[in-house]
């Protein structure tokens, strides 16, 4: 592909992937996939990480905002240097280990965290051809690895030697393995209308438009419901709230790594955002048309922008649901996630289905429209009905502080 023959708006988008072949034109062509590789790591572990900065202070000063106070303020102008001086902080803070503790496991816990959740980063594409390693599996490679965190999260409590740390890293796994199956099923529809695991062909199969409207999932009924039930479990799946359990500090001090500092607890720290990152890039990916624009007379803006326009999107999102919800009880945890996201997800498949065969003809797509829509909605407020029948809850009533 010659880059001068290319239109300005062209040039922007596939500006990092010249960038990439200009670096690997370097070397002799038995070593440019290795270059071209190790680019894209580098880019990986470059940009994410930033993001995950500039999120810590996005996060502390929306949540300040909310609270009505101020958040941080006092590093660099309007404390947007926070992230350095935390950075410091930890690099310089006192590694301190239990001295009953198993000191290998302690140490490669948070290391296998962070390396499992990069490697997820591989599959995902983050522009037209974007995307690290581009594999016919992606969706199993990117939950496959996923599924490792688990084991990083059980090293933690277990080498810790502490009862509240092995309680919190028992609770994170059975949320986790609770809330993997719905979030693996949620993602199924996707790939039973796309007809392949690849990520790449997921985005590519929304990439089209009826007049200015994108074909994304997430606007037809399966996919709607989807879409939802993969952000509930994800949000289950890195702990944020209201599930965020595992490190509940009312009751369990820190959770799964109370016996942690110093840079150790600033990757457990830097591996829980990047994992919330991670998820969300691959919601957008399934459901949200990856890396396409949302109305076809923007496609002039570089696709790679758009991604990160929606995980930034993604990421607020996920803020805000911190400021307001509150956590849920470890029964409410267990009850929601088999007997209702377990249930709506098989019953989306079988929707999921049902819309891919009555046919997309005038009759057929009012037709599918309707049934769809009306038997997730049935379902939903049916599961609802069963589920709220014995919880007795009253009128909640607000007392102010005098």
């Given amino acids: 592909m010659n880059f001068q023959a290319l239109t300005l708006p062209e040039k922007l988008d596939q500006l990092f992937v010249f960038v990439q072949h200009w670096i690997m034109g370097f070397f002799p062509a038995h070593w440019q996939p290795l270059v071209g590789a190790l680019v894209g790591v580098v880019g990986i572990v470059a940009s994410f990480p930033a993001i995950f900065a500039l999120t810590t202070v996005l996060e502390r ?13 006092r590093v660099g102008p309007l404390g947007i240097f926070q992230p350095v001086a935390d950075g410091i902080k930890s690099l310089t803070k006192e590694d301190i280990v239990p001295v009953s503790a198993d000191g290998v496991v302690h140490f490669l816990a ?6 499992a959740i990069f490697l997820g980063y591989a599959s995902l594409p983050i522009g037209r051809n974007m995307v690290l390693v581009n594999i016919d599996a992606g969706l199993l490679f990117f939950f496959a690895v996923g599924a490792s965190t688990e084991l ?6 277990w080498s810790s030697r502490n009862k509240y740390s092995l309680l919190g890293a028992m609770r994170a796994v059975a949320q986790m393995i609770s809330y993997e199956v719905p979030l693996l099923m949620s993602a199924i529809v996707a790939v039973m209308m796309t007809g392949s695991l690849s990520t ?21 009924p399966w996919g709607f419901a989807g879409f939802v039930l993969f952000v509930i479990a994800a949000l289950a799946e890195t702990n944020r709230t209201p599930f965020d359990l595992p490190e509940g500090e009312s009751e369990l001090v820190a959770g799964y790594f109370t016996e942690y500092s110093g840079f150790k607890f600033a990757l457990f720290f830097l591996g829980e955002y990047l994992g919330m990152m991670s998820i969300a890039g691959f919601g957008i990916t399934l459901f949200l048309g990856g890396w396409g624009a949302p109305f076809s007379f923007l496609n002039f803006i570089p696709s790679w922008a758009w991604f990160f326009l929606k995980l930034l999107a993604a990421l607020c999102f996920f803020i805000w649901l911190r400021g307001t919800l509150p956590r849920l009880r470890q029964d409410q945890l267990m009850n929601f996630a088999w007997k209702f996201m377990l249930p709506m997800t098989l019953l989306n498949l079988m929707v999921a289905a049902a819309w891919r065969f009555l046919g997309d003809s005038a009759t057929g797509a009012w037709l599918r429209w309707v049934l769809c829509a009306g038997v997730l909605l049935l379902a939903y407020v049916g599961l609802g009905r069963v589920l709220m029948r014995k919880q007795r809850l009253g009128a909640r009533s607000y007392r102010y502080a005098e």
Wanted: glycine fraction near 14%; proline fraction near 7%.
């Fill in 61 to 73: 000063k929306g949540l300040g905002r909310m609270q009505n106070r101020l958040g941080p303020n």
């Fill in 110 to 115: 948070p290391v296998v965290l962070v390396v």
């Fill in 152 to 157: 990083s999260i059980f090293m933690a409590g």
């Fill in 200 to 220: 790449v062909k997921i985005v590519e199969a929304q990439s089209g438009f009826t007049g200015i409207f994108p074909h994304w999932y997430v606007f037809t």
